[in-house]
């Protein structure tokens, strides 16, 4: 995500280094070519988040810009291509018997982030919980920078977990911290080299995580702990709740007030699949998406979403963010398909000039003692800024039993939905888990006789095996460098990998993609 639209917000901040805590161990997993390759297609429209492409969102408004068109004189190599393409992918496999009595749902996963934004503003994360059954994976799209979208990554799985947990682990939990001992590990992580980590403010997190853990003790209601759609849904509220306080009280040291300032005025949106005994929970905030893959027993193929987009293409969403308002606030809470005219997520982390009152944004900007030009922090409020909050990270969470013919979840920023509907993202993994070329409907009334056979000749040139071991790494190429036909256009995909920073995020966002396999014999199992 770029940040805002508007002039004099919020812009990328420097990144810091934060590590995960709590965590006992982690999966860490030439010459060039030149040309005069013309760029394949007019620069996307630039805004805070961006419509569909050619208007099938809605989201494209007036306030947008365009990069001239101009000749790139570059071309990547296929080493090269792949050498990109390929720099964060991911691969685990889970074992097939969680330790714990029952086999485990998730066989493998596979994930990928591909940058447009400089540093890249998504963030994902990939969790089993130890003290319970089942895995957390996260997707973070930030805007704004980095730095929600980073925060969030880091501590959500911890407050999901520990809201899972029962009365009596976390009676443990807090016995240990009590007298000193080693902690109980709640989370492994699974991290690729090239994810951020952050170390700074650890101590600030493990505290406020610990009262957390602390006041569900305190709840006569806990038990054995909440179900996953409570946990999931109280978990976002209560995180994105600290980091506002986080940003409003004095900290021990510079470093980690700064930190905590640009979580709270920067943001991000999430998406958050709970993969356990009962299935599938997912919760989602903003406009990443969940997408299930269902083989049925035909053989075909099909697109089951398990998210919806929270923005002004949602007509429920719409409405839903203009009932909490007076209304006479109707024509001006979405201006130009954005919240306030800014904004195109409806639900985020984060975004505190979207939640908090005029006057406490002007109290902690002027008097938290930090640079506010060294953070790329201003004053500033929306226009019509009446009667906040008008942004909430309140998810919305969906359950889903898993059955014998769902075989893989797409999780994946907006980067790869502006790019491909559900059904192609599904089509794509289905071919890559088969081997099976699924061809893509083209309609004839489009091509002379000329382009069918030249269609014809690419698509028998693409009935050879997937070039990705990947399976998010082959959405990431196929997102990239699909032609109008709906083919692979490798010259497309070498020109969109070469745009210079300063070009990219005009014609792409930021791309991180998470694939989960099922275990089928789990299903089997369950049903």
């Known amino acids: 995500m770029s940040g805002y639209l508007r002039p004099g917000l919020l ?39 961006r419509g569909r492409s050619e208007g099938s969102s809605g989201q494209d408004g007036e306030n947008t810009l365009r990069a001239p068109i101009r000749e790139m004189d570059f071309q990547l190599s296929r080493l ?38 400089t540093p890249l503003e998504d963030r994902r994360s990939s969790t089993s919980c130890l003290q319970t059954r089942g895995m957390l994976f996260g997707i973070f799209d930030g ?31 807090e016995a240990a911290m009590e007298t000193l001992r080693p902690v109980p590990p709640i989370l492994q992580w699974y991290k690729h080299h090239n994810d951020y980590n952050y170390r700074e403010s650890a101590t600030l997190y493990i505290d406020h995580l610990r009262v957390y853990w602390q006041e569900l003790l305190a709840s ?74 269902v083989q049925e027993h035909d053989g075909s193929w099909s697109a089951l979403p398990l998210t919806q987009d929270h923005n002004a293409a949602n007509v429920a969403e719409v409405e839903r963010v203009l009932q909490q308002h007076p209304a006479s606030e109707r024509p001006t809470i979405i201006v130009d398909d954005r919240l306030l005219g800014v904004l195109m997520p409806l639900r985020a982390f984060g975004d505190v000039r979207f939640k908090w009152r005029r006057e406490l944004q002007q109290s902690v900007l002027e008097n938290g003692d930090s640079d506010l030009e060294a953070l790329n922090l201003y004053q500033y409020a929306p226009p019509n800024y009446l009667t906040p909050p008008y942004l909430e990270a309140t998810p919305e969470v969906t359950y889903h039993r898993l059955r014998p013919q ?34 893509a409907p083209v309609s004839a009334r489009k091509l002379n006789l000329g382009q069918m056979h030249q269609l014809l000749l690419q698509r028998r040139a693409r009935a050879t095996p997937a070039l990705d071991l990947n399976g998010a790494t082959h959405l990431i190429r196929h997102a990239l460098g699909t032609n109008e036909y709906g083919e692979m256009d490798q010259e497309r995909l070498a020109t969109m990998l070469a745009l210079p920073s300063d070009l990219a995020r005009m014609y792409r966002d930021d791309i991180t993609v998470t694939v989960i396999y099922f275990n089928q014999n789990f299903s089997k199992t369950t049903n």
Request: charged fraction near 20%.
């Open 11 to 49: 812009l990328y901040t420097g990144g810091r280094h934060l590590t995960s805590f709590f965590a006992p161990s982690h999966y860490v997993l030439s010459d060039t070519r030149w040309k005069t390759c013309p760029l394949p297609y007019q620069a996307r429209n630039f805004s805070s988040r």
């Open 80 to 117: 090269q291509i792949n050498a990109v393409l390929c720099a964060n992918e991911q691969s685990v496999s889970i074992p097939e018997f969680d330790g714990r009595g029952g086999p485990s749902p998730v066989l493998r996963f596979e994930s990928n982030q591909l940058s447009a934004n």
């Open 143 to 173: 805007h704004g920078g980095h730095a929600c979208a980073q925060v969030v990554s880091e501590r959500l799985p911890y407050y999901i977990a520990v809201s899972m947990m029962s009365e009596s682990v976390l009676e443990d939990l």
């Open 220 to 293: 006569e209601e806990h038990g054995d702990g909440m179900r996953p759609v409570d946990a999931l849904s109280y978990a976002f509220q209560r995180l994105d709740t600290d980091l506002s306080l986080e940003a409003q009280v004095p900290l021990a040291n510079d470093l980690m007030r700064n930190t905590a300032i640009q979580a709270a005025f920067a943001g991000c949106t999430a998406c958050v699949a709970y993969v356990g005994p009962e299935g599938v929970h997912v919760a989602n905030a903003g406009d990443c998406r969940a997408v299930l893959g």
């Open 406 to 439: 769902d075989r893989f979840l797409i999780l994946a920023s907006d980067g790869l939905w502006d790019e491909m509907t559900n059904d192609e993202a599904v089509r794509l993994v289905a071919e890559h888990l088969t081997g099976i070329h699924l061809q």
